[in-house]
């Protein structure tokens, strides 16, 4: 416990905090951790790796930092702890204790209060959960001319020229018909110039070519959401999840279907506490935007005097109401 304490108390002095008054360390400490978190994810490698392969390197950025945030937050209430603490030889006693335990109340309270920052705030572990790079076997070319004509497409994707970026794009797969992702970028980009009806055909031509690609899959129900065809949308997820049944982008997309274009907040719940538990099963930070949503349909129900609905929802989830 020493050298964890220890350890601990190097990371504060790093952050600056360590003469800091009990009214502002709490949000600079989180601050500060938190962007040391995000310098973290934004180093993570993302080549050939599935979103829950990164979600575990990003959850890894959190963890190590959240024992300091722990230590900071009580030590800056320290005052209010010394103010009844018991006396000993006329000194007061106070004991700080550290949850470590990761799968405790009192441990994710200081983990999902970080992650909810890093959602906020952080550009890299936004980036880095939209990406999927996760290879099949006709994921790329072999074809070195197709494979320079995708990476230039690349480049200017990166700089929002989605134009020129569809246009070497379209040249690769000239070359290689089979190259699943320059459909999908290809897909991408008609999808940002909100050319939905192409952007489809590109997605289609990639699942041609792979069947179970996840990206296309994903993205068609996310071009006919724009395209305001919802039960289109709900049976591509539907389609996703009988290829991956644990993806919890599926229960997302159907939960936020239901829940902001169709209003059925009733029936959207089941689905964001099923993609909730995932995110929470797979340590990915976007568990923040199911919660988010979740607490949307729990203010829809209560106008509608179900609050006593959206708990047994909940329970049956194995969610515990705050």
Do not use: H
């Not at 209430?77 to 009844?84: H, M, Q, S």
């Not at 246009?167 to 797969?173: F, K, L, P, R, W």
């Not at 129900?221 to 065809?229: G, S």
């Amino acid at each position: 416990m020493k050298i964890l304490l220890l350890s601990l108390a190097i990371l504060l002095s790093q952050a600056g905090l360590g003469q800091k008054s009990d009214t502002s360390i709490n949000k600079q400490l989180l601050k500060e951790l938190a962007e040391n978190a995000c310098k973290c994810a934004d180093s993570i490698s993302l080549g050939n790796k599935t979103k829950t392969q990164i979600a575990g390197e990003i959850n890894k950025c959190i963890d190590d930092r959240v024992l300091a945030y722990q230590l900071g937050v009580k030590m800056a209430n320290i005052n209010a702890l010394t103010k009844d603490a018991p006396e000993k030889d006329g000194k007061k006693q106070v004991n700080i204790s550290i949850e470590m335990n990761k799968e405790s109340d009192g441990y994710k309270e200081y983990y999902f209060e970080m992650e909810r920052y890093l959602m906020e705030n952080c550009k890299a572990v936004k980036a880095k959960m939209a990406s999927n790079d996760k290879e099949g076997s006709k994921s790329y070319s072999s074809n070195k001319e197709a494979l320079e004509l995708y990476s230039k497409g690349l480049d200017e994707a990166k700089k929002e020229n989605c134009k020129k970026a569809i246009s070497y794009y379209e040249q690769a797969v000239k070359i290689d018909p089979e190259f699943a992702f320059a459909w999908d970028n290809m897909g991408i980009c008609y999808r940002r110039l909100e050319n939905y009806d192409k952007a489809l055909e590109a997605y289609k031509k990639s699942l041609e070519i792979d069947p179970e690609g996840l990206m296309p899959l994903q993205n068609i129900a996310i071009v006919y959401q724009y395209k305001k065809e919802y039960n289109k949308a709900i049976e591509a997820y539907e389609k996703l999840a009988e290829i991956d049944k644990n993806n919890p982008e599926v229960y997302y997309g159907i939960g936020n279907i239901y829940t902001n274009y169709l209003q059925d907040f009733e029936k959207a719940l089941p689905f964001m506490c099923k993609a909730y538990n995932l995110y929470v099963k797979q340590k990915s930070p976007y568990r923040t935007d199911a919660e988010k949503i979740i607490n949307i349909i729990f203010g829809e129900m209560k106008k509608l005097g179900k609050e006593a609905r959206f708990s047994e929802i909940l329970k049956e989830n194995g969610i515990r109401s705050q």
